[in-house]
């Protein structure tokens, strides 16, 4: 079974300073590790995944995510924060039963990031 | 290239109706999820639909039903709805649904059951 913990359910951050959002996950076979993004009233937007290869991930606008085995994290990390990016974002782990079996995507319950002036 | 599409955007139905959600996936992508997001909350497997079989199912009850055509398109069935359905229900598509493969989804229908 896999899930995923997002350890904060809301971030405040100032303009232009790091942005820093929390996930660790649990996966009993190799997972896959996604960001996704959701403005209001929007759908679902991917950030980044993670899929084995490289630990570090670079994803759109700026963002990037470290895969830590060890830890079970994959960290949400962006130098400067932009007004833009205020939003929900949502950690999200996948994982495929050997037997070709799909859980879908689970879902983090979300991190509400807000981006002060 | 467009990229997955839903309908109706907006919905409103009654307690005990029943409704039908549309999905077009991607040009080329053969799988097919479904999710429920509830306000507040991060969305909720349902089912996932690969070359028109069912590949996997949420915690849903039976009143939740899907299929998937042979032009790779998906409906979602909800039979006797209750308030607690009325949530935004997403359609995301992916080539072939593994876990690798990037997963697209569309801005979803907004239901509302009173």
């Known amino acids: 079974a896999q899930s995923v913990t997002q350890l904060d359910s809301h971030v405040s951050v100032s303009e232009g300073t790091p942005v820093l959002l929390r996930c660790n996950y649990s996966?009993?076979?190799?997972?896959?590790l996604f960001w996704y993004v959701q403005h209001p009233n929007k759908g679902l937007q991917l950030l980044l995944k993670?899929?084995?290869?490289?630990?570090l991930v670079k994803g759109i606008n700026g963002f990037e995510a470290e895969f830590k085995k060890s830890e079970t994290s994959f960290h949400l990390t962006k130098p400067s924060a932009h007004m833009s990016d205020a939003a929900e974002y949502f950690c999200?782990?996948?994982?495929?039963?050997?037997?070709?079996?799909?859980?879908?995507?689970?879902f983090g319950k979300g991190t509400h990031l807000i981006i002060q002036p | 290239d467009a990229g997955v599409t839903q309908s109706p955007t907006h919905l409103i139905k009654t307690r005990g109706q029943q409704v039908t959600l549309r999905c077009s996936p991607i040009?080329?992508?053969?799988?097919v999820s479904w999710y429920q997001q509830v306000l507040g909350q991060g969305p909720q497997f349902i089912f996932q639909?690969?070359?028109?079989?069912?590949?996997g199912r949420g915690n849903f009850p039976d009143r939740f039903s899907a299929r998937q055509f042979p032009n790779y398109s998906s409906e979602l069935n909800v039979n006797a709805l209750l308030l607690g359905d009325s949530a935004l229900y997403l359609c995301?598509?992916?080539?072939?649904?593994?876990?690798?493969?990037?997963?697209?989804f569309g801005e979803g229908s907004w239901l509302t059951v009173v």
């Open positions: 995301a598509s992916s080539l072939t649904g593994y876990s690798g493969n990037t997963i697209y």
């Open positions: 996966s009993s076979y190799s997972p896959s």
């Open positions: 993670y899929t084995s290869a490289a630990t």
């Open positions: 999200v782990v996948s994982e495929m039963y050997s037997g070709g079996g799909a859980d879908g995507l689970t």
């Open positions: 040009s080329g992508h053969k799988s």
């Open positions: 639909y690969y070359e028109k079989e069912e590949r």
